[in-house]
């Protein structure tokens, strides 16, 4: 059934989807923590959000929490992206399964619409990518990995360097109380560069802290696995 779906997103342009404000945190904490990791701080008070940067593996990364940019995310959204100037060909990424499922049902709907011919311009792009890329699977990995997470990438041996060991055991091994399987996290690495997006859930520095490593962490992997 996803082969209309791919022909329909394959075509259509780019656009992200609009969401409602939401409260942010404090930013004592925030700004605090930033600190500690060797960040900077600021807040954008005319975007309602606060922005870190930082370092990888000497690239410059930057970390935003702010308005939901995507419709599928409640709350607080926490994104991060990095420039690292690897292999642009390479594509994947890593999704929690029910959001993939959540895009997918979308999707189908969507498709399947005897008075929609067209998909919108202005469904997420992720929708996109679930469409051009395959999910790739390997014994490897435990089990519970898989239960909650799905890779997808453009070729099998670019989801094998990015995906490994130590960002496998931080994704299974968050700090409780953490997200859970079904709050809305992907990072991406598409076109050179990586990203990260996830509500922000437990709205705590838990949860930022282990968001930051995980994201950095993904950055150090492409950075070692697809240098040009």
Same mark, same amino acid.
Not at 160 to 182: E, I, K, M
Not at 211 to 219: G, K, N, P, Q
């Given at each position: 059934?996803?082969?209309?779906?791919?022909?329909?997103?394959? $075509?259509?342009? %780019?656009?992200?989807?609009?969401?409602?404000?939401?409260?942010?945190?404090?930013?004592?904490?925030?700004?605090?923590?930033?600190?500690?990791?060797?960040?900077?701080?600021? @807040?954008?008070?005319?975007?309602?959000?606060?922005?870190?940067?930082?370092?990888?593996?000497?690239? /410059?990364?930057?970390?935003?929490?702010?308005?939901?940019?995507?419709?599928?995310?409640?709350?607080?959204? #926490?994104?991060?992206?990095?420039?690292?100037?690897? @292999?642009?060909?390479?594509?994947?990424?890593?999704?929690? $399964?029910?959001?993939?499922?959540?895009?997918?049902?979308?999707?189908?709907?969507?498709?399947?619409?005897?008075?929609?011919?067209?998909?919108?311009? @202005? #469904?997420?792009?992720?929708?996109?990518?679930?469409?051009?890329?395959?999910?790739?699977?390997?014994?490897?990995?435990?089990?519970?990995?898989?239960?909650?997470?799905?890779? #997808? /990438?453009?070729?099998?041996?670019?989801?094998?360097?990015?995906?490994?060991?130590?960002?496998?055991?931080?994704?299974?091994?968050?700090?409780?109380?953490?997200? /859970?399987?079904?709050?809305?996290?992907?990072?991406?690495?598409? $076109?050179? %560069?990586?990203? #990260? $997006?996830?509500?922000?859930?437990?709205?705590?520095? /838990?949860?930022?802290?282990?968001?930051?490593?995980?994201?950095?962490?993904?950055?150090?992997?492409?950075?070692?696995?697809?240098?040009?």
């Amino acid at each position: 059934m996803f082969e209309r779906i791919k022909k329909a997103f394959l $075509r259509d342009a %780019k656009g992200p989807s609009g969401a409602p404000a939401s409260q942010l945190s404090a930013h004592g904490p925030l700004s605090e923590w930033a600190h500690s990791r060797g960040m900077t701080f600021s @807040n954008a008070a005319l975007s309602s959000a606060v922005s870190m940067q930082g370092k990888v593996g000497g690239r /410059s990364w930057k970390m935003e929490l702010g308005r939901p940019t995507r419709d599928y995310i409640g709350g607080e959204e #926490l994104r991060a992206r990095a420039e690292l100037g690897v @292999n642009d060909e390479v594509a994947a990424m890593i999704i929690n $399964r029910p959001l993939k499922e959540s895009l997918e049902r979308r999707a189908y709907s969507m498709i399947t619409d005897t008075l929609q011919t067209t998909a919108s311009p @202005n #469904l997420p792009e992720e929708m996109r990518w679930l469409a051009m890329y395959d999910e790739i699977g390997w014994e490897a990995v435990a089990d519970a990995f898989w239960q909650r997470y799905a890779v #997808l /990438s453009d070729r099998r041996e670019h989801a094998l360097a990015w995906v490994d060991s130590n960002l496998v055991n931080l994704l299974l091994h968050w700090p409780q109380p953490g997200p /859970s399987a079904s709050t809305p996290f992907l990072v991406v690495l598409l $076109r050179g %560069k990586c990203y #990260l $997006r996830m509500q922000y859930q437990p709205a705590d520095t /838990s949860t930022l802290e282990h968001a930051a490593t995980i994201f950095t962490s993904a950055c150090e992997s492409a950075l070692s696995g697809f240098k040009k």
